[in-house]
């Protein structure tokens, strides 16, 4: 019994990959413009093609990819993360999706193929919202997978095309829905293109042998021919991308290999498309620049807008090394007893920390058993996400660490504050400080709405051991 599987970028998994069958092993590596792997029937070795272009065109295309500064100053990109996981949802579409042609633009479903990606844009921007990014990620993938199986897929190129496609419009292209029925866009068997290639079309898949099996045949004797009763003989293949374009059977529209004519401006025109669409993808985050920061895998605190503290890193008192005063400029300091002053400032030397090294400037707060707390001048705002972070130290000289809490507050005038959110949970080695992050998101009917935000660092007394506090942040992201 004949064997047969899918080429140029879907992958015919039931006929060989699962079955066990004994005349032929499929080995599948990395996904392709048209798929990574080797097809071996004992004793003879048919084509190996193992070029990850979808993998680089999505890289090449997102690496470069900067849509604003984050707040350090630094150009905002997709983290490595980020792109592990939109590669892998580019490559789900062979592997998962593999017999949906609009997914892949194949059998003359453009149509189909530009209402998936602009659906796709839809659940991008809701699952990004929503803070989703890792389903986001994958969203992206997929249609961009999509995106550049157009320009290998399809004849725009052999229609005289030099230009992109108009996959990121809100309307249905007209060029894509122009097909009419039983048209005739091949001729001999779909081999030859009737010429000029008009309208826009892609290739063919299906074939069915004798046996019901489906795709391409691995004999060598009819490698990359179709059985020609089994498809629209009136339309074109889609052809082997292991085939030369100028091989005797090497015809067929696909563009997926470098062995295929075109490929290199298929690639081109690829990554071209694949960063215009995640343009309009950003563009429909709009001013959510903590979606747009979840989707490309940054740190939301460094692309939401920075919220004023006076005197954050504690810097306001210059000291000497290992002096300390009971005052910290900008902040209020609460009722405490004990160590002579029990809250204040202090420029460590490195028998607190090694080499005297904190995490911003020299000085750091500190506390026995008193409170540090500061109003600002920023109120709640609705549809906002506020993440305040503070990096806390345990001095080498103090074996003990004491309690502490971090808190998020808003001011009621004549009222107790409301605690928005709190952290308590980090113990900090020796000579160490870890980051404490907290946060918290006010939707439209917020009660607190409107009221100031207050920053407070509380400690549990033990002794005399202190608490240290330093470089102090809050943002707000929409």
């Known amino acids: 019994m004949k064997t047969h599987f899918k080429q140029g970028g879907r992958l015919w998994i039931g006929a060989i990959a699962f079955c066990g069958l004994g005349n032929a092993m499929l080995s599948t590596s990395v996904e392709a413009f048209s798929i990574s792997r080797s097809v071996w029937i004992p004793g003879f070795i048919v ?15 997102l690496t470069g990819y900067t849509p604003f500064k984050l707040s350090n100053g630094s150009d905002a990109t997709f983290s490595a993360e980020a792109l592990s996981v939109i590669t892998s949802g580019n490559v789900d579409n062979d592997l998962a999706a593999n017999n949906i042609p609009e997914l892949h633009a194949d059998e003359e479903r453009l149509l189909g193929s530009f209402r998936y990606v602009l659906g796709q844009r839809a659940r991008i921007a809701r699952a990004a919202r929503s803070g989703d990014f ?7 993938g997929s249609a961009l997978h999509t995106i550049q199986d157009f320009y290998a897929h399809t004849s725009w190129i052999e229609g005289g095309h030099t230009g992109l496609a108009p996959l990121t419009q ?13 048209q005739t866009t091949c001729t001999h068997f779909g081999l030859v293109p009737a010429a000029p290639f008009a309208p826009l079309t892609s290739g063919w898949f299906q074939a069915i042998d004798a046996s019901g ?3 391409w045949s691995t004999d060598p004797a009819d490698y990359g021919l179709f059985e020609p009763s089994s498809w629209p003989h009136n339309k074109c293949v889609h052809g082997s991308p292991f085939l030369q374009s100028n091989d005797s059977e090497g015809f ?5 290999t470098v062995l295929r004519a075109n490929f290199p401006t298929a690639y081109s025109l690829a990554v071209q498309a694949s960063v215009e669409y995640v343009k309009a993808v950003v563009a429909d985050l709009g001013d959510r620049k903590g979606a747009i920061c979840g989707l490309l895998g940054q740190d939301q605190t460094l692309c939401g807008t920075v919220i004023p503290i006076v005197n954050s890193g504690f810097e306001a008192v210059a000291l000497a090394d290992g002096a300390f005063v009971g005052n910290i400029p900008g902040w209020t300091i609460g009722a405490g007893v004990g160590f002579n002053p029990p809250v204040g400032t202090f420029n460590p030397t490195a028998a607190q920390f090694p080499g005297g090294i904190v995490p911003e400037g020299q000085n750091i707060a500190y506390s026995k058993d008193g409170t540090i707390s500061q109003v600002l001048s920023t109120t709640l705002s609705a549809n906002t996400t506020y993440i305040l972070k503070v990096d806390i130290g345990h001095r080498l000289d103090n074996p003990v660490f004491p309690g502490y809490s971090v808190q998020l507050r808003v001011v ?12 308590s949970a980090l113990s900090p080695g020796l000579g160490s400080f870890q980051t404490s992050t907290l946060s918290y998101t006010a939707n439209a009917s917020d009660a607190s709405l409107g009221m100031n935000l207050k ?6 007394p033990v002794g005399d051991f202190q608490v240290f506090f330093d470089n102090v942040r809050l943002t707000a992201t929409q």
Do not use: C, W, Y
């Open 47 to 61: 084509r190996q093609v193992s070029d990850p272009n979808h993998e680089n065109i999505t890289a090449q295309a």
């Open 134 to 140: 890792t389903e986001a990620q994958e969203d992206l």
């Open 170 to 182: 809100l309307t249905d292209p007209p060029e894509f829905s122009n097909i009419i029925g039983n």
């Open 213 to 215: 099996v489906s795709g």
């Open 252 to 256: 067929g529209l696909n563009k997926d």
């Open 412 to 423: 009621r005038p004549g009222m107790d504050d409301i605690v928005l959110a709190t952290e």
């Open 455 to 460: 920053i407070l660092f509380d400690v549990t």
